[in-house]
């Protein structure tokens, strides 16, 4: 009896280790699952979203996202150490005159260093001249900032738009199936809703995601234009100072 009771608890421990040996396992094999689960998800939805209307949806968010990159690279190599420029232009102008302030500028980057040299190439026509060159050219440089702009507000507008599109037209087909089935059965039409939806959600998950870009494109471009703005009055100051 006693060699029974040492077999049993024997046999009882080696199957509670086994269990506890398979759960651990089963954790284990859980956890990977549940981080790739995110973008398994992602793929999966945008799959039964249909290839039509979630490939253009997908375009306009590819788009947009070049669009945005290229205009944030280019608004940051525009910006300027505006004091700094200006006071390296004052110092040339009393230094070595105009030419010099001319050469301080073409060694500088960006639409301020650009309009300063356009003011300073006309100071031999006269102070108004220069101020007319200082004005049209930063209409030039401001047109140059918000280049392409307009693009990223219509992808913001059309990728909902495609989604609602595309859920009316998957309304329409379930009701279609309904019709055509002649008995209103909810897991006849629920996939086709299920579908109809998704595009609606994608579109405005890449409405959202082109928004903080292009608010933040267009926070950037009216800083540049006020340090230009301030710039070409400055530069007038200086000239006038200069020509005293």
Request: net charge negative; aromatic share 6%.
């Amino acid at each position: 009896m006693a060699f029974g009771t040492t077999v049993n608890a024997t046999t009882t421990a080696n199957t509670s280790t086994a269990v506890t040996t398979v759960a651990s396992m089963t954790q284990d094999d859980a956890a990977p699952a549940e981080e790739a689960s995110f973008h398994q998800e992602l793929k999966k939805r945008f799959i039964e979203g249909g290839p039509g209307f979630m490939g253009i949806v997908l375009l306009c968010l590819i788009l947009g996202l070049a669009i945005a990159i290229e205009r944030i690279i280019f608004l940051n190599l525009s910006t300027t150490n505006t004091k700094k420029l200006t006071q390296e232009v004052e110092d040339a102008l009393s230094s070595g005159g105009v030419e010099a302030a001319k050469e301080v500028c073409r060694n500088t980057k960006g639409p301020i260093a650009s309009i300063y040299y356009q003011g300073l190439d006309r100071t031999d026509e006269g102070l108004e001249a220069a101020e007319k060159a200082v004005v049209a050219y930063g209409g030039v440089q401001m047109g140059q900032l918000e280049k392409n702009v307009s693009w990223i507000s219509l992808f913001i507008a059309l990728a909902p738009m495609l989604g609602f599109m595309g859920t009316v037209i998957g309304m329409i087909q379930a009701f279609d199936k309904i019709e055509a089935a002649g008995d209103m059965n909810p897991s006849l039409v629920a996939g086709g809703i299920k579908v109809a939806l998704l595009t609606t959600v994608f579109g405005l998950i890449v409405a959202i995601i082109l928004q903080i870009f292009y608010n933040y494109i267009i926070a950037k471009i009216d800083s540049i234009v006020n340090s230009m703005e301030d710039a070409s009055i400055t530069l007038m100051d200086l000239l006038i100072r200069q020509n005293k």
